[in-house]
């Protein structure tokens, strides 16, 4: 066996061995994701959302929940803009602090518990002791 | 539901749109049109619908089906006017098993990610804000200029738009369909230039890289981008080679379409023109190609750019502009780069992300080496899309005002990184096919699979069906012990110890050398799956997985070699699987290095029987391998296995010399049966060489820890005897054994492989397959070991010392479990028949099918043209017997957390304060701690950062340097340094001593430690602490746990042993060209 042989089998090791080590990989994301599908074939959108996105998930849905569809809404933390967006429309979605001060317009305000919150007097109602909305008007 | 199927037609029809256009293009392969079908489709449509709604026509069904209709019908009259014969038909492959293999392969990842993509609603921030709310939106007629990041192309979101239109939510569904898409249009370009195995090698790596596989399961742009860019660049190679303007045309159109689904297509594209001219010939031909590509390109961009220019939005062209310049005049921000490149570099580390895809260039450029001009294109194809890549960050760290460059890269490299992957893949397939490195593994016809041994790998994932669902059997005897003996193992390989012998938290910290006196072969594979990213939990759990299912393999191979029967190989195969005490051992036990120990029984009987039976190199290798594996993996095992294994050795030479000396007892027969017996020998002691690295050390080392807690009060093994009736008792439980007949755990044979071995007496009468002597030696062995395990051998356990092989009675089921199985598979032989006077020794005989034994000794591996062996009904349900006997067994106690809480040293501790495990000594100690200083701060839940005893000295007169981060104190030892104000100091290490600890006296001689002289040590109190006398000054301490003379001539034998192993492999393989 000459020593280009050998070098053949150490390469072609080399090569079983990434082919095993990328299918390892994958092994191990598909585990993980029928695992948890497994768990739980015919999870409702809500409990996808919950599982995906956590605590967030429940404020957003609290406040879809206690305002209207046309509402103007001034969260106290930008934390999750986008999402925001998406979850409130066709909700108006704020963010400066400020436009309390210069608008009528907003209705209500969310507490995220994210920072402290807005001393606003208004009609408030809370999701947990941090998180909450505030309804201005 | 209905939005499942609403999906489903609408990426049919859209495939079925693409799939007529591309009919013009006549020399792409039928599986390419397949892999761009629903690209062109949805691309054209998504632009078709854009341009109208720049018209003003607002956003409807009526609208949808219109423009579909109309595109539609302009596909089928431009494909009409195509020549019908110009098409070839598409012709089913004639696949060979490693080809179906890797199909089945890429089936099941297909599968998995498709059932994950359909499955879940999208829930990534900018997947809703940027692709679903967009689409959503548009399809509210609510403009298309819309909500967030009105910069991106809108491809994607007017299919969203149309599929939200339609009723359907399932969104994810088109992204499976791009990323599966781009897995067919990289095969069908590798198949073009390598050959199908090549092809699929390469599809399997690109299909097997997590990332690729999760972005095609969420909605983001990246995957549908990488399809069109990557088909673009692979069309384009494909002209530069055939200068075809199909090809060009098509690389043009896919780039378009990518412009019209990501922003950053134009980099793209400027790169693809560079390359077209720098290969092209420099003729009018070629300039005209050129041209056209920019054209195409161009139409499909400009209506998008014209919008975002017109409408006024906001887009990052001023800020590449400006990043480009820069460089052009020279001003290169070094650091800014470097940041970029150093974040590409890391990546490369991210194994569970990437998988080995990073490994993939540097290997392709080895094995391409030769053809290095050849590959120019792709090469720089390849260098060209790195440098966009490095240039796409670059230029975003330019804007100070936008986000961090460090963001950017976090959130956007992999999903960018995405486009070059598949084009490294392809230059892989591309050199693996030139250095033709894989010839002789891949064109290999010879890989037939036997149907049983499919049938048997296949009615063994019921064994490990239990593995399989959430949470871990936490409650089992060593369920605990298993991940935490992984856990301590993990500790020493990430100090970088490659053979770990230390386990450093044992006993609440104090250590214990477990490794060195427990054979750690399971663990070397648990700590590969670790580091492939697996967590420990899981790592343990797909050992235990691959421990069950080989052990079926390596009986059935054992089995068709001594029977040449794949239908006895098969039932015996399965009864070693689902015989009870293997699943006793698995779910019950969680005896993690015994089962996998377990694998090794068949294939020692295998490796001997060919050493006596069939005297050669190789199978004096097989032996030694498998013998020693056994060592490695389960020392204990290894033990009892060996008198069986002495015992069947000889009965093998007994049986051949019978045959060859007539009267049997002469001095011939003395000499013959000596030199028969070398080749075993020599396999047996090259095995014990193989793994002297640990049996060395483990032997001579052994009277170093303290054994009295593991062989006295409920260790007694003369309370541990079974009864006979437990052997038939359908009893199971996952409670201890008992002293009596009350234990809490089953020692069934099991009623299926008892009444197997039952019949098997009938094939024993018979001489099926001319191999009663064999069952009788098996039959033997299940009945003496099954005596053993009886209350009243006793007086023969006390006699013969019999505890030194087995810690418990109970334990000889594991020999049970090989002879039971072994017996099982006689009954599927039939009467005596043509091979009626059979010997172990006789290779020559005929099988009943056909072929000669010699051949058939791979046991999954036929000879070319051989025959497949029929599948039998009868023996299909004795084999859903087997399964369904032990069915009911297959329950693991599972829970999601263990009640330490998560995988830790905190957790570790908890478990040896509540159930006093894994809290072994060393000799030296006479109290064995149920506490320690380590345990106070991990509780504190905080970090030891060094194991000096800090309570027993003046801190006035003595002063520790510690590194806060925890730096000076690894798993085999400790530095630090100390400043003593007299010379009448010791210190003392919270560590047990034993054999292999040293204490150095060392100075700083710049950023090193130069060890000055070894202080001896000397054992202090109950605990045998570590401890040594320190001379006055500021020096440092150097503690370590290091090799011994037998640590250091066990690893050399084992090294010996593996180049003996290699040279004599060679010589084989040497020997057998000479004979060709």
Request: hydrophobic content about 50%; glycine content about 6%.
């Amino acid at each position: 066996m000459g020593g280009h042989k050998l070098v053949r089998l150490v390469l072609q090791f080399v090569v079983a061995l990434v082919i095993l080590a990328q299918l390892f990989t994958a092994a191990r994301w598909m585990l993980e994701n029928i695992t948890l599908i497994g768990a739980q074939p015919s999870r409702p959108f809500d409990a996808q959302m919950q599982i995906r996105l956590g605590a967030y998930y429940d404020l957003v849905r609290f406040v879809a929940q206690e305002t209207p569809r046309d509402a103007t809404i001034l969260f106290d933390s930008s934390s999750h803009i986008n999402l925001d967006l998406y979850f409130l429309y066709p909700r108006r979605v704020f963010y400066d602090r400020d436009l309390i001060a210069r608008t009528q317009s907003i209705d209500y305000v969310v507490l995220t518990g994210d920072v402290p919150p807005i001393a606003i007097p208004g009609q408030k109602k809370m999701l947990d002791d941090k998180r909450g909305i505030i309804k201005l008007r | 539901m209905i939005g499942f199927f609403t999906a489903i037609s609408f990426v049919a029809a859209l495939a079925f749109l693409g799939w007529l256009a591309l009919r013009r293009c006549e020399t792409i392969s039928q599986i390419e049109r397949m892999g761009l079908a629903y690209a062109i489709g949805a691309g054209s449509f998504s632009f078709a619908l854009f341009l109208t709604s720049l018209l003003g026509i607002p956003f409807s069904p009526v609208v949808i089906l219109a423009v579909y209709l109309l595109l539609t019908a302009i596909a089928y009259i431009i494909a009409r006017r195509t020549s019908p014969n110009s098409i070839s038909p598409a012709a089913i492959p004639q696949l060979d098993q490693l080809e179906i293999l890797l199909l089945i392969v890429l089936g099941i990842i297909s599968l998995v990610v498709f059932v994950v993509a359909v499955y879940w609603q999208p829930y990534v921030w900018d997947e809703l804000a940027i692709w679903v709310l967009k689409g959503k939106l548009i399809a509210a007629n609510d403009s298309p200029s819309l909500a967030a990041h009105p910069a991106y192309p809108l491809n994607l979101p007017y299919q969203i738009a149309a599929l939200s239109i339609l009723g359907s939510d399932s969104v994810h569904m088109i992204f499976f369909v791009y990323g599966a898409s781009l897995a067919l249009v990289v095969y069908s370009h590798l198949r073009e230039e390598t050959n199908r195995r090549i092809a699929l090698v390469g599809t399997v790596i690109l299909c097997s890289t997590t990332f690729l596989i999760y972005e095609s399961t969420i909605a983001y742009a990246n995957i549908p981008f990488a399809l069109y860019y990557v088909a673009s660049t692979l069309c384009l190679y494909r002209y530069l080679r055939s200068r075809r303007r199909t090809d060009a045309i098509l690389s043009a159109v896919l780039l378009g379409l990518g412009a019209w689904t990501r922003a950053e297509a134009p980099l793209y594209f400027a790169m693809n023109l560079a390359v077209l001219v720098l290969f092209s010939p420099k003729d009018l031909r070629a300039a005209s190609h050129a041209v056209m590509y920019g054209i195409i390109f161009g139409a499909l961009w400009a209506p998008w750019v014209l919008f975002v220019r017109t409408a006024n939005y906001p887009t990052d062209f001023a800020v590449v502009a400006s990043s480009a310049g820069e460089i052009l005049n020279g001003r290169l921000d070094w650091n800014r780069l470097s940041q970029v490149a150093n974040f590409a570099l890391s990546r490369m580390q991210a194994l569970p992300d990437w998988g080995a895809l990073w490994v993939l260039l540097p290997l392709a450029v080895i094995l391409g080496w030769r053809q290095l001009r050849e590959s120019k294109t792709i090469l720089t194809l390849i260098a060209f899309n790195a440098i966009g890549l490095l240039f796409t960050f670059y230029s975003l760290g330019a804007d100070p005002t936008a986000n961090p460059l460090e963001w950017s890269l976090n959130l956007g490299f992999d999903r960018v990184a995405l486009q070059w992957a598949p084009l490294i893949v392809f230059y892989f397939g591309l050199a693996l096919h030139n250095s033709g490195i894989m010839d002789g593994v891949l064109n290999s016809t010879r890989f037939r699979v036997d149907p049983y041994f499919a049938l048997l790998i296949l009615f063994s994932i019921f064994a490990i069906g239990p593995l399989l669902g959430p949470g871990y059997f936490w409650g089992a005897h060593d369920g605990r012990h298993s991940v935490y003996f992984l856990f301590e193992f993990d500790r020493a390989i990430q100090d970088g110890i490659w053979y770990p012998r230390w386990a450093p938290d044992f006993t609440f910290g104090f250590g214990y050398p477990f490794f060195n006196i427990y054979a750690p072969g399971a663990f070397f594979v648990g700590e590969f799956l670790h580091l492939a990213g697996f967590d420990f939990v899981t790592a343990t759990k797909i050992v235990f997985g691959l421990a069950v299912i080989l052990s079926g393999p390596a009986m059935f191979g054992f089995v068709k070699r001594l029977t040449n029967s794949s239908q006895a190989a098969f039932l015996a195969g399965l009864v070693y699987v689902y015989v009870p005490y293997h699943i006793v051992d698995i779910y019950v036990r969680a005896a993690l290095a015994e089962l996998v120990a377990l694998i090794f029984l068949p294939l020692t009987l295998w490796g001997f029987y060919e050493a006596v039976v069939n005297p050669s190199r190789k199978s004096l290798v097989a032996a030694a391998l498998a013998y020693g594996a056994m060592h490695f993996t389960h020392n204990g095992i290894a033990l009892l296995f060996t008198p069986v294994l002495i015992a069947w050795i000889l009965f093998l030479m007994v049986v051949k010399l019978r045959q060859r000396h007539k009267p049997f007892f002469t001095r011939r027969m003395v000499s013959d049966g000596l030199r028969l017996a070398a080749v075993p020998l020599f396999g047996a002691l090259l095995g014990v060489g193989l793994a002297a690295i640990f049996v060395l050390p483990a032997v001579l080392e052994y009277q170093g820890v303290r054994t009295d807690q593991w062989l006295a009060n409920y260790y007694d093994y003369t309370n541990h005897f079974a009864y006979l009736f437990q052997a038939f008792s359908p009893f199971w439980g996952f409670g201890i054994s008992n002293a009596g007949p009350r234990d809490e755990m089953s020692f069934q044979l099991g009623v299926v492989p008892s009444v197997l071995a039952i019949f098997a007496v009938y094939s024993l009468l018979k001489n099926a397959n001319g191999l009663r002597r064999i069952w009788i030696f098996f039959l033997a062995l299940t009945i003496l070991t099954m005596t053993l395990m009886l209350p009243f051998s006793l007086p023969l356990w006390e006699a013969l010392r019999l505890v030194t092989f087995a810690q418990f009675p109970w334990r000889l089921l594991t020999l049970t479990n090989v002879s039971l199985a072994i017996l099982a598979g006689a009954i599927a032989l039939h009467g005596p028949d043509n091979s009626a006077n059979r010997q172990p020794n006789d290779h020559t005989n005929q099988p009943p099918d056909g072929q000669t034994i010699q051949e058939s000794s791979n046991s999954t591996i036929q000879a070319p043209g051989g025959l497949t062996p029929q599948l039998s009904l009868p023996i299909i349900l004795l084999g859903i017997l087997i399964v369904l006997g032990s069915f009911p067994y297959l329950i693991a106690q599972t829970t999601v957390e263990a009640a330490e809480g998560p995988v830790s040293i905190l957790g570790l501790l908890k478990f040896q304060q509540s159930a006093g495990e894994m809290t072994g000594v060393s000799a030296w100690v006479t109290d064995i701690p149920t506490w320690s200083p380590m345990a106070d701060v991990y509780f504190a839940g905080k970090r030891v950062k060094s194991k000096i005893e800090f309570s027993e000295f003046n801190p006035d007169i003595l002063y520790f340097g510690v590194k806060q981060d925890g730096s000076g104190i690894r798993s085999n030892g400790e530095t630090v340094e100390f400043d003593a104000q007299d010379a009448n100091q010791t210190v003392t290490w919270n560590i047990d001593y034993y054999p292999g600890w040293h204490v150095y006296l060392a100075e700083k001689e710049g950023n090193d430690l130069k060890v000055t002289r070894e202080l001896p040590i000397s054992i202090e109190g109950e605990h045998a602490r570590i401890q040594v006398n320190i001379p006055q000054g500021r020096h440092w301490l150097v503690l370590r746990f290091e090799d011994t003379l037998p640590r250091i001539a066990g690893t050399w034998i084992s090294g010996g042993s593996v180049l003996l192993v290699m040279v004599l492999l060679i010589a084989e393989l040497r020997g057998r060209k000479l004979a060709e």
